[in-house]
Each structure stands twice: as structure tokens, then as C-alpha cells.
């Protein structure tokens, strides 16, 4: 099964490179993640944001292939503790499918993206940098991984 992460942007620093390989490695061969960027539609003074959120949302859809499951990365989604998360991540994992994990860019999802997801999860009610969210998924992963494999890392 393969997981990808599906976000806005591009260029990010070192630190944020190097921490999503760090957990990306970790995961095992059965469930790889992946990163997948979209480039971050220039935005200017009298930039059109409903026309730049509909272009990143279709330019992340076309990297979703059909029957693929979709979750949106939202404010509003639910919130899940680790376990709640390993448990999804099993389900996952029986499901088959390959799952794209999707964050927006600054302005948030395009309703199109919203409108395809199958889930919706919160990671904070806090608002995020977005490079650290990639770093903050992938060891989430990782972790939820270990809590259903039994590896003693989430101890």
C-alpha cells in the first residue's frame, strides 16, 4: 500500500526535507510514503484566490489516480489520537487502495478536493506552518505504524 502526501508548495527548507526523509525511510517496504508537491500558485496584490485555490485543487487532483481514497488535511476534520490513527492506517492497509493524504495551500482545499474526500482529519485546531505539517504526518505515520506493528517507538 502506498501513502501520499499531496501538498501546496514547493522549496522548502533543509530541515523540513531532511525530517520528512528521516520518517518516510523508517516506514516499511508494504507502506511506503511518498511526497508529492504542487507548486504554489503566485499569488500577487490583486491576486484572484478563488481562481488560485481552484488551480492548486485540480493540479493535486490530477495526481490522484481513479478509485485511489483521498483524505483532506482540514481545520474542521476529526481529530484522531494515535491509536485512532493507527486504527484508520489498518483499515487503510485492509482497503488496498493507495491513499493521498492532501494539504492546501494557504488559502486552504479547493471545494473540489473537499467534494472527493472520503475523510476528513484534523491534526490541531491550531493553525500550522506548512512545512512543519509534512514533517508532523510523516512521523504520525511512523508512529502509527509502530503502534500496530508493536515496535516499542511509541512507548
Request: hydrophobic share 40%; no cysteine.
Given at each position: 500500500?502506498?501513502?501520499?502526501?499531496?501538498?501546496?508548495?514547493?522549496?522548502m527548507?533543509?530541515w523540513?526535507?531532511?525530517?520528512?526523509?528521516?520518517?518516510?525511510?523508517?516506514?516499511?517496504s508494504?507502506?511506503?510514503?511518498?511526497?508529492?508537491?504542487v507548486?504554489?500558485?503566485?499569488?500577487?496584490?490583486?491576486?484572484?484566490?478563488?481562481r488560485?485555490?481552484r488551480?492548486e485543487?485540480?493540479?493535486?487532483?490530477?495526481?490522484?489516480?481513479?478509485?485511489e481514497?483521498?483524505?483532506?488535511?482540514e481545520?474542521?476534520?476529526?481529530p484522531?489520537s494515535?491509536?485512532q490513527l493507527?486504527?484508520?492506517?489498518?483499515?487503510?492497509?485492509?482497503?488496498?487502495?493507495?491513499?493521498n493524504?492532501m494539504?492546501?495551500?494557504?488559502?486552504?482545499l479547493?471545494?473540489?478536493?473537499?467534494a472527493r474526500?472520503?475523510?476528513r482529519?484534523s491534526?490541531s485546531?491550531?493553525?500550522?506552518?506548512?512545512?512543519l505539517?509534512?514533517?508532523?504526518i510523516?512521523?504520525?505515520m511512523?508512529r502509527?505504524?509502530?503502534?500496530?506493528?508493536?515496535?516499542p517507538?511509541?512507548?
Amino acid at each position: 500500500m502506498r501513502i501520499k502526501l499531496i501538498a501546496v508548495g514547493s522549496r522548502m527548507p533543509r530541515w523540513v526535507e531532511d525530517g520528512w526523509q528521516e520518517y518516510a525511510k523508517r516506514m516499511p517496504s508494504e507502506l511506503s510514503l511518498e511526497l508529492v508537491e504542487v507548486p504554489l500558485t503566485t499569488r500577487g496584490k490583486n491576486a484572484d484566490v478563488a481562481r488560485m485555490i481552484r488551480q492548486e485543487g485540480e493540479a493535486m487532483l490530477s495526481k490522484v489516480q481513479p478509485g485511489e481514497r483521498i483524505v483532506t488535511l482540514e481545520v474542521e476534520g476529526r481529530p484522531w489520537s494515535t491509536e485512532q490513527l493507527a486504527v484508520e492506517l489498518d483499515k487503510w492497509r485492509l482497503d488496498a487502495r493507495t491513499v493521498n493524504l492532501m494539504v492546501g495551500g494557504p488559502e486552504g482545499l479547493a471545494p473540489e478536493v473537499q467534494a472527493r474526500s472520503e475523510q476528513r482529519w484534523s491534526l490541531s485546531p491550531l493553525t500550522l506552518p506548512h512545512p512543519l505539517v509534512r514533517i508532523l504526518i510523516g512521523e504520525q505515520m511512523y508512529r502509527a505504524w509502530t503502534v500496530l506493528s508493536g515496535h516499542p517507538y511509541h512507548k
